[in-house]
């Protein structure tokens, strides 16, 4: 590396069917905004002081016609934020398909008991198809049920190493303009070819009894994740402010700030270090409980970007756990936004296409699967799959011909089933409430700090449908009043 690649790379984390006939679209105009109802809503609605100060771009497409109602800066280029998660979701369901499965399996290689990660986003507990209100989930249920596969074959004793190993994707655990602070916490947990839990663990900081005594922590996991070098105190009033940071390389976990006494506990969502060596830790522990004696380490296998490529490890399958179809676990990426999901699933794009899981393949395909859309490969520029970097760019007018396209495909009703729904389910279960829409959008956020985001379609009362696209970067103002805007824009629409 040369002598100031540490302080770029430091820069880069901190900156940031049967057959069916060809689809017939009409070709979107780049219009400015034509004159009419339509347009004097939305300029009424963006002289509001919370929009006024803020960079608005904005495309409304009729959908049969492909037509387009509306145009703000629809050529112009904006943070997405979120809003990735479209391309990523519509690359995954036209690539992989929306019945493809992932298939985990356990296989007794030697001496040595491997957990072998096949990129599904999904071991674990969760709730599958998506349910609003679905119960939180066990974080171990899908390494506790490999666990009990193993021990109903009668094995009583690994005298190897428990390895995961998760070389099905290279291993690049960050993607480029992600920010430090993402990175530890579960924004950004690291990217692997194994997921277990949204390779996440929950701390649980309660108060003592008596003001002036350290609060207790315990680890929703039947181990401890990290060390913890705890500094918070019971003290004060009302909720009180827990703090956490575990610096780069370190393995230490260090709370301060505080609980008052009497006071509901905290409950802190911590991204694992590395999720192949969690997960075999996790498998070592829950094979323990079962009886099966295990001597050798939990640790990993990973296929480092630059290095020869490892040979696939051979052995008897001992256990397997076989996903949901894609059309389901992708609801979970654009329901709730899920990063991470997304992420893995640009790579199982790449895995499939290639053979190999990276994110350069994944955003080639990507590059690929537009220019067959018919969305102009210069009207986007993504470094990751979810939109949590800052070197993502995109147009509105990019954005609404992917959700034209998409609206049009073999594949539309299960597309359209994965967008959030206003005032239903999802990132927009709380919205639009105030303006009686209830189910009429059906869309994608996004928000970063200082962007926010939300495209989608719109069903009119008519039973006529528009495709919209709204971005939003720099504004000074609340998110909360920005998202009220967007709001207000797309009631317009409708």
């Not at 960050?174 to 920010?179: F, K, L, R, V």
């Not at 990132?427 to 962007?451: D, P, Q």
Request: aromatic share 6%; net charge negative; hydrophobic share 40%.
């Amino acid at each position: 590396m040369k002598p100031y690649g540490w302080l770029l790379l430091f820069a880069s984390l901190c900156g940031s069917l049967a057959e069916t006939p060809p689809i017939q679209r009409a070709p979107a105009k780049k219009a400015a905004a034509p004159a009419g109802p339509l347009s004097v809503r939305i300029s009424r609605i963006l002289a509001d002081k919370a929009a006024k100060e803020a960079f608005w771009g904005i495309e409304v497409r009729d959908q049969k016609s492909g037509r387009v109602l509306y145009a703000l800066n629809a050529d112009r280029f904006f943070v997405p934020a979120s809003n990735t998660k479209l391309f990523t979701t519509a690359l995954a369901m036209t690539r992989l398909g929306p019945g493809y499965q992932f298939h985990t399996r356990v296989i007794r290689s030697g001496r040595d008991l491997v957990l072998v990660g096949a990129g599904d986003p999904n071991l674990s507990g969760r709730t599958i198809p998506y349910e609003p209100l679905s119960p939180e989930p066990a974080p171990l249920a899908a390494i506790n049920q490999l666990a009990d596969e193993i021990a109903a074959r009668g094995i009583k004793h690994i005298d190897g190493e428990i390895i995961g190993d998760d070389t099905a994707f290279v291993y690049e655990p960050y993607a480029p303009g992600w920010g430090l602070s993402d990175t530890f916490s579960d924004d950004g947990p690291p990217i692997s070819a194994i997921c277990v839990d949204d390779n996440v663990a929950e701390l649980q900081v309660i108060p003592a009894v008596e003001n002036g005594t350290p609060v207790q922590t315990t680890w929703q996991l039947p181990f401890e994740l990290y060390p913890i070098d705890n500094a918070a105190n019971t003290k004060g009033e009302g909720r009180g402010n827990i703090r956490y940071q575990r610096m780069p390389g370190s393995h230490t976990l260090r709370l301060w700030g505080s609980l008052p006494a009497g006071s509901p506990s905290d409950l802190l969502a911590l991204p694992v270090d590395d999720p192949a060596r969690f997960a075999a830790q996790a498998l070592k522990d829950s094979l323990l409980r079962r009886g099966i004696v295990t001597d050798g380490q939990a640790i990993a296998r990973h296929q480092l970007p630059g290095s020869p490529d490892l040979s696939p490890l051979t052995g008897d399958l001992v256990a397997e756990r076989v996903s949901v179809p894609i059309e389901q676990a992708a609801q979970v990426v654009d329901k709730i936004s899920q990063n991470l999901h997304a992420e893995m699933l640009l790579r199982d794009v790449a895995l499939k296409v290639a053979g190999k899981g990276t994110r350069e393949g994944g955003l080639a395909e990507l590059a690929q699967f537009l220019k067959e859309a018919g969305v102009d490969p210069e009207g986007v520029h993504f470094s990751d799959g979810s939109g949590l970097s800052r070197y993502n760019i995109v147009t509105p007018h990019a954005i609404a011909g992917l959700l034209h396209y998409m609206a049009e495909s073999p594949v539309r009703d299960q597309w359209i089933a994965l967008l959030p729904i206003g005032g239903v389910d999802g990132s927009l279960h709380a919205r639009f409430k105030a303006l009686r829409l209830n189910g009429e959008i059906h869309a994608k956020t996004g928000s970063l700090t200082h962007v926010s985001a939300l495209s989608g379609y719109a069903v009119r009362k008519d039973g006529t449908t528009v495709d919209f696209s709204i971005l939003v970067n720099n504004y000074g103002v609340s998110t909360a009043a920005v998202r009220e805007v967007i709001d207000r824009l797309a009631a317009a629409i409708l």
